[in-house]
């Protein structure tokens, strides 16, 4: 398709404003599936890496994820180059102010230099720059992200178009001077020995380039905090935005959890080329000084020289539940969204509402069906499914609590479930399609061999077997059946002459996970499979739900505002009961 990217700057294509830091819990398996889709965020993670890490290793494969901190100007670079050089996509720098719709259909958008551009389907990836307003103590000012200018008309363009906006706020930390740390009062955090990446069919080495470091907030730190919570503007009355309650200022914190004596700090480098660090989880919008004497109270801080301060930024976004599960608006063709508008927070989350929204905004000029992720398929579908069904009352954040179906979600099986469908839309390109059948293949010929091969009673083998402590083999045993033994891992197979020495260490962890968990996997599969018949019936767009004898008011008003696409969904909207659904699946049985 033509496209066009409109920017308020060029220079802030891909911009990480908080953290320079991609995945994390349940958003890692975000980037997975982005990247199984044929989506770019993986690679340019893996392209800018300085350090990576597994987080939740202790915990089992579900809720795994990776968390890759990158390099902030490096990152932008690699997207920016990405869309440069993307065939029939044109980058603007213009400021669009209108939206113009006639007969509730896009025809076109109107920029501030004055062009005209006609199309047929338009996609808001506003961010957080409607109406921006930054806050910092007493201090508050019009402004985006980083010092980029806000948007104001477009905001009023949506609103006479019908669309419903409300205020959300988010912030960040201070960034200080490499200069000024302490490192030898903290906590060493490096990354992992072996680096898995995010992309399926990464073909560049990946390095550990920098350390990270925790320290701790205290009783002095928290007591600074409280003392002066009159002039946080949060607290002060003066934002009236929501804020994301997964991801509270360190104000909240101490508020929230006044029994904990102290709150870790995550010192993160912002990049190689820059002594800039990044306080994660220290996040405040309280007045300047304030911020630097709480900083200050900090061990490895106590020096520490702001480069730039924490602030937070309220903007306008809108109420996810006015959107299909294709984010296309009802009631308004061809016109889509994505990202912090749609009232959630995070680079992933972002990215994957983009994707989506750019695949289906092609597809309905095209003519061809709608892509619907059902929940079971991803968490990607998970998101869209919980904004459009359920909405949100603060900024959405993605957990891996958010999923029925986790343990089939993970991070290391994302290719298997989305590969196809990335490579069915066009975006996921032959060459890496090819190369996700032949790993596919190769993880299922090994474990073949595991359910074939029979392990004789060797010297050695049950001499490993007695290390880690569990019962040795005396007439042989399947490797199949030693690897599900919680105690052995594939590694020790590999110590024994029993494994494939010629499998990548992800391919080994991959069939590793697929032999312990397979009774559990299946149990969820199962699961999947009842309720995919509710996803399978739907529903006309136009029912007129207060004509069907037997819903109950709440939820024929709720049905006609949501109007879900299937009975899967209807079930999910808030107001709707069983004796509801049942009542719908009389009337589509009685109406064919």
Not at 74 to 90: G, R
Not at 478 to 491: G, M, N, V
Not at 561 to 572: E, F, T
Request: proline residues 4%; charged residues 25%; aromatic residues 6%.
């Amino acid at each position: 398709m033509k496209t066009a990217v409109f920017c308020l700057s060029l220079d802030t294509i891909a911009n990480l404003p908080c953290n320079p830091s991609i995945g994390g819990s349940a958003k890692g398996q975000l980037v997975s599936e982005i990247d199984a889709l044929g989506g770019e965020m993986g690679r340019a993670a893996d392209a800018c890496l300085i350090q990576s890490r597994t987080l939740n290793q202790g915990k089992g494969a579900a809720v795994q994820a990776l968390r890759a901190q990158c390099d902030k100007m490096a990152y932008h670079i690699y997207m920016k180059q990405a869309l440069e050089s993307q065939k029939n996509l044109d980058i603007k720098q213009d400021e669009v102010l209108e939206i113009i719709i006639e007969e509730n259909i896009v025809k076109g958008v109107k920029t501030r230099l004055g062009f005209f551009y006609e199309t047929r389907a338009a996609v808001i990836a506003s961010g957080t720059y409607l109406d921006a307003k930054i806050h910092v103590g007493d201090a508050f000012f019009s402004s985006g992200a980083d010092g980029v200018l806000p948007a104001f008309a477009l905001g009023k363009s949506l609103t006479a178009a019908g669309v419903k906006l409300r205020r959300f706020k988010t912030g960040t930390p201070a960034r200080i001077n490499r200069r000024s740390i302490d490192f030898s009062k903290m906590q060493e955090q490096g990354g992992d020995k072996i680096i898995t990446p995010f992309s399926f069919d990464c073909g560049i080495e990946l390095q550990n380039k920098v350390l990270c470091h925790i320290t701790y907030t205290n009783p002095k730190t928290h007591s600074l905090i409280l003392d002066n919570l009159h002039r946080s503007p949060m607290y002060g009355g003066k934002i009236h935005g929501r804020g994301p309650r997964n991801c509270p200022s360190i104000e909240d914190k101490i508020v929230r959890f006044a029994d904990k004596e102290r709150h870790q700090i995550f010192v993160e480098p912002m990049g190689l080329n820059t002594d800039e660090f990044y306080l994660q989880g220290l996040s405040s919008s309280l007045p300047a000084e304030i911020q630097e004497k709480l900083i200050h109270t900090i061990n490895g801080l106590e020096n520490a020289e702001i480069m730039r301060h924490g602030y937070a930024i309220e903007y306008d976004c809108c109420d996810p539940l006015c959107l299909f599960a294709t984010l296309e608006f009802k009631g308004i063709s061809g016109l889509f969204s994505a990202g912090q508008f749609n009232s959630t927070s995070g680079y992933e989350e972002a990215a994957a509402q983009g994707l989506v929204a750019g695949i289906n905004a092609a597809r309905k000029v095209e003519g061809k069906q709608q892509l619907i992720l059902p929940r079971s398929s991803s968490y990607i579908g998970t998101l869209i499914d919980d904004l459009a069904t359920k909405g949100c009352n603060e900024p959405y954040r993605m957990m891996t609590s958010r999923s029925e179906y986790r343990l089939i979600l993970r991070q290391d099986n994302a290719p298997e479930r989305l590969a196809e469908q990335g490579f069915e839309t066009g975006l996921l390109s032959k060459e890496r399609y090819e190369f996700f059948l032949e790993t596919k293949a190769k993880i299922q010929n090994e474990i073949k061999r595991l359910r074939k091969t029979t392990a004789k009673p060797t010297e050695e083998l049950n001499k490993i077997l007695a290390e880690k402590q569990t019962a040795p083999i005396i007439t042989g045993a399947k490797l199949f059946e030693l690897l599900k033994r919680p105690q052995i891992s594939y590694d020790d197979l590999l110590k024994a002459g029993l494994g494939d020495e010629e499998l990548p260490p992800k391919l080994q962890s991959k069939i590793q996970i697929e032999v312990k968990y397979e009774g559990y996997i299946k149990l969820q599969n199962e699961q999947v499979k009842k309720t995919a018949g509710l996803e399978d019936k739907k529903l006309p767009a136009d029912l007129d739900y207060k004509t069907i004898k037997g819903l109950s008011f709440e939820a024929a008003d709720k049905l006609s505002l949501h109007k879900p696409l299937n009975i899967g969904q209807a079930g999910r909207i808030s107001g709707v009961n069983p004796a509801d659904i049942a009542v719908l699946l009389v009337w589509l049985t009685a109406n064919k």
